[in-house]
């Protein structure tokens, strides 16, 4: 089983990217619930939900901040 960081680090990457798609493309159709994947990552890994909840936004973030900071170069 992959560790709870690794797990963050990939969904976080993944809604990123959907972000950034729906922002090029208002038409996109986001799929990945954020909330929903925190549920689960809080359930596998035994953590509190709101725990998991914020590191997820911050793996998001983390994301969003690298793919844009590529864009611009």
């Known amino acids: 089983m992959k560790s709870y960081e690794k797990q963050l680090e990939e969904f976080g990457k993944e809604i990123a990217d959907e972000v950034i798609l729906k922002e090029k493309n208002y038409k996109y159709e986001v799929f990945l619930d954020r909330y929903e994947i925190a549920r689960s990552l809080s359930s596998i890994h035994n953590q509190d939900l ?24």
């Open 50 to 73: 709101r725990k998991a909840t914020e590191d997820l936004d911050r793996s998001i973030d983390k994301s969003l901040s690298r793919i844009r900071n590529q864009d611009q170069y």
